[in-house]
């Protein structure tokens, strides 16, 4: 876990983990140089809990250089992240620990769930995926490429080895994208459990939720994404997936540059998506995802009328929110 002036969110995160049912793990927090006495509380838990360990940053180096520092710091096979403003399961480690006796498992990947962004009340569940079992790495970074299997670091338990090999990007948001890209260029095989590990909270001001998401971050995960798909040597048979990842980044960055209201990054984003459109390209994308490609079809032939049906719906969602 990783922390920065969470002393109002991370108490019942660290309950989470004191409830685990089982005790096979060590728990390592790393609090990135807090200013409102959230070291004061760290402390104060693991004093009370003998298996946790503390690393007090005198300076904030973000969230991806605080994940490395703590990966490095580890003596452990494997390693789960945890937010601090998030809830793990009480059976979430004993449910992960089977899966990870055999040692042949270099990711395993539960389901979790999540609050809506338009109804806190409701629980969305993340991962569902069709498959459960081991998979090939080469086939989930299909999955990844077209979100169908989310980026999120909270819901994987990850071998120890694979994250010191391609650490996180220094992003300041989607680092965890990349680094599961980067993690499953490296990896071989990934258990899919159907059991649910984790709860994702929605908190104003958390990464994840912010309005402020970088387009540079969003192409990062890309490149992120699009490095993975070379180092796996994917066929000819696969390029579809890269297709609908790369529209897909693309215009989530768009998406971005609308949200930021800057013209200049507005414009370097309508012209990357533009350059990354080809009608063969929007074929492949139709066929996997008529709802993607019509967006892209409309982005790029009528960019007016994209931006005032993204203001409206996004309205819409604050509204509801």
């Known amino acids: 876990m990783t922390a920065h002036n969470d002393r109002e969110s991370i108490g019942e995160s660290l309950q989470s983990v004191a409830a685990q049912?089982?005790?096979?793990f060590k728990f390592l927090v790393v609090d990135d140089a807090s200013e409102d006495g959230t070291p004061d509380l760290l402390e104060v838990?693991?004093?009370?809990?003998?298996?946790?360990?503390?690393v007090l940053l005198p300076t904030n180096v973000g969230v991806a250089a605080a994940r490395n520092l703590a990966v490095r710091a580890v003596d452990t096979p494997y390693v789960l992240f945890v937010d601090s403003d998030d809830v793990l399961r009480d059976d979430a480690v004993s449910v992960y620990l089977p899966h990870l006796a055999s040692a042949s498992a270099d990711i395993?990947?539960?389901?979790?769930?999540?609050?809506?962004?338009?109804?806190?009340?409701?629980?969305?569940?993340?991962?569902?995926?069709?498959?459960?079992?081991?998979?090939?790495?080469?086939?989930?970074?299909?999955?990844?490429?077209?979100?169908?299997l989310h980026g999120y670091l909270w819901n994987k338990v990850l071998r120890t080895s694979l994250v010191r090999a391609a650490p996180f990007p220094d992003l300041s948001?989607?680092?965890?994208?990349?680094?599961?890209?980067?993690?499953?260029?490296?990896?071989?095989?990934?258990?899919?459990?159907?059991?649910?590990?984790y709860e994702y909270r929605l908190r104003a001001g958390s990464i994840t939720n912010s309005k402020a998401q970088l387009p540079a971050n969003i192409y990062a995960c890309l490149a992120a994404v699009e490095s993975a798909f070379e180092t796996k040597a994917m066929t000819h048979s696969h390029m579809?997936?890269?297709?609908?990842?790369?529209?897909?980044?693309?215009?989530?960055?768009?998406?971005?540059?609308?949200a930021l209201r800057d013209e200049a990054?507005?414009?370097?984003?309508?012209?990357?998506?533009?350059?990354?459109?080809?009608?063969?390209?929007?074929?492949?994308v139709w066929r996997?995802?008529?709802?993607?490609?019509?967006?892209a079809t409309v982005a790029a032939l009528s960019p007016s009328v994209y931006a005032s049906a993204y203001r409206f719906l996004k309205r819409r969602r604050e509204f509801r929110h």
Do not use: Y
Request: glycine share 6%.
């Open 173 to 197: 948001s989607q680092s965890d994208l990349a680094g599961v890209a980067g993690f499953l260029a490296l990896a071989e095989v990934v258990v899919m459990i159907p059991e649910v590990t």
């Open 265 to 284: 990054e507005l414009r370097r984003a309508r012209g990357a998506l533009l350059r990354g459109i080809s009608l063969t390209k929007l074929v492949a």
């Open 288 to 295: 996997l995802d008529r709802r993607l490609g019509m967006m």
């Open 21 to 24: 049912t089982s005790s096979g």
């Open 240 to 258: 579809a997936d890269l297709q609908f990842a790369r529209i897909w980044f693309r215009l989530r960055a768009l998406h971005a540059a609308m």
């Open 108 to 148: 395993v990947v539960s389901r979790a769930v999540s609050q809506s962004r338009t109804n806190l009340s409701q629980w969305i569940v993340v991962d569902h995926h069709e498959q459960v079992g081991a998979l090939s790495a080469r086939d989930c970074l299909r999955a990844v490429a077209r979100a169908q």
């Open 45 to 54: 838990f693991a004093a009370e809990h003998p298996h946790t360990s503390l």
